[in-house]
């Protein structure tokens, strides 16, 4: 077991805190056509119980929703291995550079509104969004099942990677749980043994880096800050020999990608630290924050596009 006095380096990042980039007019146009009403509508569209064995049925007809909608935006759709991951690329691109990802299951006969509804729609948005900014961008958009079951569906996914599409991805974009929001104080928790000290208003996006993806998320921290600075993105980056002592940091598809060596952040909004409908029959759309979500979708959409810009240059 690791000492106290190594877990106890641990701190926040605040996106508030760094230093803004230069802004591009046509990114800030960009993100400015994404609609609230979009996410609500996708929301809406998937929240119905749709747990890989226990609903069956709705699982496999939420694969092919999913599908069909990426499709029709042009991307060129599979379906992955034995429990239907929705990849979408853009045609001719087989080695994307960014990947950016939900899980697409509930829990057993529960809606999955914000789990993983949220995240669902805020990838379709960024999906539509990146098809309009370029059709040729190398940035690939995946929907995991079985996420609730152990993180099954991501587990393999990465284990159908080569080792050349494994060394093609710059960081993986993993969507947990985006839209819910509460601005009063007293709201929001801190995971149990997490030596870190929240704010009390659960109104804040999380960032969740391991040691490769830091700089990544650090990046993310900028870009927030440069298109969005008013809204309050936090980052905890885990020290490295970190994390097999938090395992509530593990607890969604990002953790597939660190077992393998891949650069992945989660994002979220802490999902029962603050949702009160975790889990529950009343995980809802009507529950939703829908201008949280939207902010959280534009700064995945400027980070996509900006991170993708970057690695052109160089």
């Given at each position: 077991m690791m000492r106290p006095q190594k877990i106890c380096c641990m701190e926040l990042r605040n996106a508030a805190?760094?230093?803004p980039g230069q802004v591009a007019p046509e990114l800030v146009a960009l993100i400015s056509t994404i609609s609230p009403d979009w996410l609500r509508k996708w929301v809406e569209g998937i929240s119905l119980p749709r747990h890989y064995s226990a609903n069956a049925e709705a699982n496999q007809a939420a694969a092919r929703w999913l599908a069909t909608q990426l499709a029709g935006w042009g991307y060129q759709v599979d379906l992955q291995g034995q429990y239907l991951n929705v990849v979408a690329?853009?045609?001719?691109i087989t080695r994307p550079v960014l990947l950016v990802a939900a899980h697409y299951d509930s829990?057993?006969?529960m809606p999955g509104a914000d789990d993983n509804g949220s995240a669902v729609a805020a990838l379709l948005a960024c999906a539509w969004t990146c098809r309009n900014w370029r059709r040729d961008l190398p940035v690939a958009f995946v929907a995991f099942n079985r996420e609730e079951d152990g993180l099954l569906g991501s587990e393999d996914y990465v284990a159908a990677?080569?080792?050349e599409e494994r060394e093609s991805i710059q960081c993986v974009h993993v969507l947990e749980m985006v839209g819910y929001a509460d601005h009063k104080y007293n709201t929001q928790k801190v995971p149990p043994g997490l030596p870190v000290?929240?704010?009390s208003q659960g109104n804040f996006l999380g960032l969740v880096a391991n040691a490769q993806s830091t700089s990544h998320m650090m990046d993310v921290l900028t870009i927030a800050h440069t298109y969005l600075p008013k809204f309050p993105v936090l980052g905890l980056p885990l020290p490295?020999?970190?994390e097999p002592l938090f395992p509530v940091l593990h607890r969604s598809d990002h953790a597939s990608f660190w077992e393998a060596g891949v650069p992945a952040?989660?994002?979220t909004d802490t999902a029962e630290f603050r949702n009160p409908h975790y889990h529950m029959p009343t995980d809802l759309p009507g529950t939703l924050n829908y201008t949280f979500l939207l902010q959280v979708t534009q700064v995945l959409v400027a980070t996509v596009v900006t991170e993708v810009m970057r690695l052109e240059r160089n």
């Open positions: 805190h760094t230093e690329r853009p045609p001719g829990v057993p006969n990677l080569s080792p000290q929240f704010p490295p020999g970190t952040i989660m994002w």
